[in-house]
């Protein structure tokens, strides 16, 4: 009886032993679906903070790539109001080179070389201030380029467009460049139109004062002649000799035409006291007229 009883429990314990051995293996099993839930979980936040810190560093490249973009664009802008400001310069420099062009074209000479050379060189100057405009509004498109890029954050086309914007910048300082020496080169060419005016000027009023001068001389000459003629002691000619005399003392001052006394006596009736003729002053002489024997007066 006690070895059934024994066996009976000896069955019993290996009856709860395996039943606890299921329990256990049920424990396990349980705690092992629930670890590779919780790992699943982990996993999946694992990856979700992966890709939000994808996400983030994504983030900040394009904010990075957008705040330089913005540079360039700044840049860009930069240059398109420098370059604005240069071509208002030029255009300013060829506006003055015109006008002094205009006013050595007004000028009196009659050498206008160098007012046509100025006349040129405002042209060309001119036509080198519209290109420099025509760079400077280039460069403000490539300003508005690069601004757009760097609203969407293109770096590329903002660094390209910035580029752009700085070439057009430096075409435009070299046709002011450009434009600065040829208004120099008109000023330059106006002043010597206006040293060539004056030079002809000059030479004007010379010519004029030498006109002057001759006809001055010619008048004196003249006046002598006339003076000579009516201090001439005509007494013993005839009519036709006085005449010849008149003619010849007007034609030729200085020559004294001859005339004939009919009496030959050589003596003026008109001798005063002490055989001085008319009563002439002290210091005046007498020059004898070949072919009448008369005298006429010399002061």
Request: aromatic share 2%.
């Amino acid at each position: 009886m006690k070895a059934e009883e024994a066996q009976k429990e000896a069955e019993a314990a290996r009856d709860a032993a395996e039943e606890a051995k299921d329990a256990a293996n049920a424990a396990r099993e349980a705690a092992e679906a629930h670890n590779l839930a919780a790992a699943e979980e982990a996993r999946k936040a694992a990856e979700e903070a992966t890709q939000a810190a994808i996400s983030a560093a994504e983030a900040v490249e394009s904010a990075k790539l957008a705040a330089q973009a913005m540079v360039k664009a700044q840049v860009a802008q930069a240059a398109a109001e420098e370059a604005a400001r240069v071509a208002k310069e030029a255009q300013e420099k060829a506006e003055e080179a015109q006008r002094k062009a205009e006013e050595a074209a007004d000028s009196a000479a009659e050498d206008k070389e160098a007012a046509q050379k100025a006349a040129q060189e405002a042209k060309e100057a001119k036509e080198a201030a519209e290109a420099a405009q025509g760079a400077a509004e280039e460069a403000q498109k490539a300003a508005e380029t690069a601004r757009k890029a760097a609203e969407d954050a293109n770096l590329e086309a903002a660094a390209s467009a910035a580029l752009a914007a700085e070439y057009a910048q430096k075409v435009t300082e070299t046709y002011n460049e450009i434009v600065r020496i040829k208004a120099e080169m008109v000023e330059f060419l106006a002043d010597a139109q206006k040293a060539a005016e004056k030079a002809e000027e000059e030479r004007k009023a010379a010519e004029e004062a030498r006109k002057k001068a001759e006809e001055a001389a010619l008048a004196a000459a003249k006046s002598q002649a006339l003076i000579e003629l009516a201090l001439m002691d005509t007494t013993g000619c005839n009519a036709e000799q006085k005449e010849a005399a008149s003619r010849r003392s007007g034609s030729s001052p200085g020559g004294h035409p001859g005339c004939r006394n009919p009496g030959g006596s050589g003596r003026s009736a008109g001798r005063g006291p002490g055989g001085h003729g008319r009563g002439h002053e002290p210091g005046v002489r007498l020059r004898p007229v070949p072919g009448c024997g008369r005298k006429y007066l010399v002061p």
